[in-house]
T-cell receptor, first 113, second 113 residues
Framework: DQQVKQNSPSLSVQEGRISILNCDYTNSMFDYFLWYKKYPAEGPTFLIS?????DKNEDGRFTVFLNKSAKHLSLHIVPSQPGDSAVYFC????????????FGTGTRLQVTL | DAGVIQSPRHEVTEMGQEVTLRCKPISGHDYLFWYRQTMMRGLELLIY????????DSGMPEDRFSAKMPNASFSTLKIQPSEPRDSAVYFCASRRGAVYEQYFGPGTRLTVT
């Protein structure tokens, strides 16, 4: 029972263009969401997060959008750079279980020249 | 500051053998998490500790898996006996206090033949 779903296993984008990674969740109790980035042979690293009281959070080239009614969030990377090529994981948590993060299966982003 | 340290980075063992994975969390972090990553299920939480005490082990797949945290700077995940289906990458992560963001180690790639 996947409570956090990343339905696109892979995405290819040209350098300089926008990358949009999507994530859907089913548990309405989730109220905090995170994106992690993972390079091969390394552990995931935290990228950006958003609380359910917001619908947008921006950090440099990275913006996360949250649509609570649709139980959907997305990560936008503008402009995309070759160094952004990695696997991106969406994760969710709820205040009641604040210690536990539920992860999606990841989307592999390839930024081409 | 050193990040989360895991050892070994790679482990190859035969079915039936005991396997011990090790983790040193970031100094000052009071939460420690063990995850398993597989292609089919993504990142799954196995168990987590708070102040060295196991809080939730509901993700531990079966009795063959056990985890300990004898002090604030060391944790082990043991599989005995190991089976081929245990082959995966095992990550340790830590965090400080009530923040959601977790910091991951580089992982241990386990192969059971």
């Amino acid at each position: 029972d996947q409570q956090v779903k990343q339905n696109s296993p892979s995405l290819s984008v040209q350098e300089g263009r926008i990358s949009i990674l999507n994530c859907d969740y089913t548990n309405s109790m989730f109220d905090y969401f995170l994106w992690y980035k993972k390079y091969p042979a390394e552990g995931p690293t935290f990228l950006i997060s958003i609380s359910s009281i917001k619908d947008k959070n921006e950090d440099g080239r990275f913006t996360v959008f949250l649509n609570k009614s649709a139980k959907h969030l997305s990560l936008h990377i503008v402009p995309s750079q070759p160094g952004d090529s990695a696997v991106y994981f969406c994760a969710a948590s709820s205040t009641g279980t604040a210690s536990k993060l539920t992860f999606g299966t990841g989307t592999r982003l390839q930024v081409t020249l | 500051d050193a990040g989360v340290i895991q050892s070994p980075r790679h482990e190859v063992t035969e079915m039936g053998q005991e396997v011990t994975l090790r983790c040193k969390p970031i100094s000052g972090h009071d939460y420690l998490f063990w995850y398993r990553q597989t292609m089919m299920r993504g990142l799954e939480l196995l168990i987590y500790f708070n102040n060295n005490v196991p809080i939730d082990d509901s993700g531990m797949p079966e009795d063959r898996f056990s985890a300990k945290m004898p002090n604030a700077s060391f944790s082990t995940l043991k599989i005995q006996p190991s089976e081929p289906r245990d082959s995966a990458v095992y990550f340790c992560a830590s965090r400080r206090g009530a923040v959601y963001e977790q910091y991951f180690g580089p992982g241990t790639r386990l192969t059971v033949t």
